[in-house]
């Protein structure tokens, strides 16, 4: 049998169990004791019954005529089952009397007084005229078998109900015991991805409290780890943002300055450094913002117009190479607006910098709230494409980017209950890559 792999399983299964067990012992005793007792029952009543026949058989000996046959048996008044069957002899071993069904061949002869036991009865015999006439009184052993048999299932039959209902019985106590270890459980399992809260512990039994503190102390750390590599990235992006900005403009001033072209072409490959490095520092913002956590709105917004807006904006960089389409009416859901500019920003970039330059980005969104991004160019290897989303991930690519942008989107998905699904070669194409993003039904409202 194959053991049960839950804590409430196995405590049901071997609580019943060992119910189970001390309840046949209990009842084994009880049927040896009970044998015992039927026995010397059986015994008493055999020997109550030898003790009542022999006087009234001495009597009826007596007033017998010397001419009467010296056998008689005694009539019955009618056919029935004679459990007890009994003969009278004299000190020759002569059968003078016996009952209407007694067997002679069943009595062996009397070699002394009390309780004998043959392969088939049970025998008690007694003598009276100083052990001239003896009485043999026998009852089968079938019968207190049977008896014995019928006391064994009376036994066994609640045994059997007994040992199921224990078993629902001991589950349900014990479920009902487990229900605060269930509750915690599932504590832990609906903390989200920026939820490290600590989880209620009322209620739990105190063999788990010990469990329950070291799993709340374990997310405290993790939550000051995170929050201090957060505010880190963050402060160290924001810190870099205006010296690399100052300094990209004096670079620039440089280059318009340069009184050679070696040193104008210097300046100018610091100035596409600086120009990366103040990239850079913007999507470590971003990611710090996507990993922190408030990334629902308070209020439902329009995934249509966010969008429209990106687009828009981003239009006046790349020209026509964005093709959008989105739904007549609107699309509302709770993530929050930056957010989901972030996300989009992020996936269109993408898809501008790593796709055809010859075809344009396809961007559409779906009435219930499915934003598709895609773009032309060579299929990405399966298990590339599982690793994307990491940070610091590039495909294999020239193209030059930091390698957070799906990072970025991955983050911003899981941060809002969303999911982010990417697929090359594209949808009903036999090249390309597509980015998927849709809100979970909680998400909208």
Not at 29 to 50: C, H, I, K, P
Not at 368 to 378: C, I, M, Q, T
Request: aromatic share 4%; proline share 6%.
């Amino acid at each position: 049998m194959r053991r049960p792999a839950s804590l409430q399983g196995r405590l049901s299964l071997w609580l019943t169990l060992g119910a189970a067990v001390l309840w046949t012992l209990a009842a084994a005793l009880t049927a040896g004791q009970l044998r015992d007792e039927m026995n010397a029952v059986f015994d008493s009543a055999l020997e109550e019954a030898g003790q009542r026949l022999l006087p009234l058989a001495v009597r009826d000996i007596i007033g017998r005529d010397e001419e009467d046959s010296p056998r008689q048996g005694v009539t019955t008044l009618r056919a029935h089952e004679e459990l007890l069957t009994y003969v009278v002899r004299d000190a020759e071993g002569r059968v003078l009397l016996h009952s209407h069904r007694a067997d002679p061949a069943v009595f062996p002869p009397v070699t002394g007084m009390g309780f004998t036991t043959t392969p088939t009865h049970r025998i008690y015999s007694d003598s009276a005229l100083q052990g001239t006439i003896t009485i043999s009184v026998a009852e089968p052993l079938a019968h207190r078998h049977a008896a014995a048999r019928k006391a064994l299932a009376g036994l066994a039959l609640p045994l059997t109900l007994i040992v199921p209902a224990s078993l629902l019985g001991v589950w349900a106590a014990v479920r009902a015991a487990m229900a605060p270890i269930r509750r915690f459980r599932e504590g832990i399992e609906a903390r989200g991805r920026g939820d490290l809260s600590p989880i209620p512990d009322e209620g739990l039994p105190s063999e788990f409290r010990p469990n329950a503190r070291a799993v709340n102390h374990l997310l405290d750390r993790l939550r000051r780890a995170l929050q201090a590599e957060r505010s880190f990235t963050a402060n160290s992006a924001h810190e870099l943002r205006t010296p690399v900005a100052g300094a990209l403009a004096q670079v620039q001033r440089l280059v318009l300055e340069a009184p050679d072209e070696a040193t104008r072409a210097r300046a100018r490959e610091v100035e596409i450094a600086l120009q990366r490095l103040a990239r850079l520092s913007e999507k470590l913002i971003q990611l710090a913002r996507a990993e922190g956590g408030r990334l629902q709105a308070e209020a439902p917004v329009d995934l249509a117009a966010v969008l429209r807006m990106v687009v828009a904006d981003m239009t006046r960089d790349n020209g026509s190479r964005i093709e959008l389409a989105l739904p007549d009416g609107g699309v509302p859901s709770s993530i929050d607006p930056d957010a989901l500019a972030i996300l989009a920003r992020n996936l269109i970039e993408n898809a501008l910098r790593h796709g055809d330059r010859d075809a344009p980005a396809q961007v559409s969104l779906s009435p219930a709230g499915l934003l598709r991004v895609v773009n032309a160019g060579p299929v990405v290897p399966a298990d590339r494409l599982g690793r994307l989303t990491r940070p610091f991930e590039r495909g294999a690519t020239e193209a030059q980017g930091s390698g957070l942008g799906l990072a970025i989107a991955q983050a911003i998905a899981d941060g809002t209950g969303g999911t982010l699904e990417l697929i090359s070669p594209a949808e009903g194409r036999a090249d390309g890559f597509e980015a998927r993003f849709w809100t979970s039904p909680a998400g909208l409202r």
